[in-house]
């Protein structure tokens, strides 16, 4: 969070985007990947207290329950994978950065 508001202040006192702007991109990349890792247990929490509470209202001839089980497991599996691509990308952008510009 320091290094990510240093490098917009550096932005607002030299007005120059590049390096300021790219490398504050990097850090935010870097929280962002924090805190969905951090709130992603809370979330499967969440949904499974759902799928339980759909499981304790279900009827047996009811076949809308098969397909409420389904969304709830795609929509978990969407946010894992949303946060999956969020970190290889702001792992690699953060690897090249650190490679080519601060080296």
């Known amino acids: 969070?320091?290094?990510?508001n240093q490098c917009l202040r550096r932005y607002l006192d030299t007005g120059k985007r590049w390096p300021?702007?790219?490398?504050a991109f990097k850090y935010a990349l870097s929280q962002s990947v924090t805190l969905f890792g951090a709130f992603h247990?809370?979330?499967?929490?969440?949904?499974?207290?759902?799928?339980?509470?759909?499981a304790l209202l279900h009827d047996d001839d009811d076949d809308d329950y098969?397909?409420?089980?389904?969304?709830?497991?795609?929509?978990?599996n969407l946010f894992q994978l949303f946060w999956m691509g969020l970190f290889v990308s702001?792992?690699?952008y953060s690897f090249f950065?650190?490679?080519y510009m601060d080296w």
Request: net charge negative.
């Open 1 to 4: 969070w320091i290094r990510f």
């Open 20 to 23: 300021h702007l790219a490398n």
């Open 66 to 76: 098969d397909t409420g089980i389904v969304i709830g497991n795609y929509q978990s």
């Open 97 to 99: 950065w650190d490679v």
């Open 90 to 92: 702001s792992s690699l």
């Open 41 to 54: 247990p809370l979330y499967l929490m969440h949904t499974k207290q759902t799928d339980l509470h759909t």
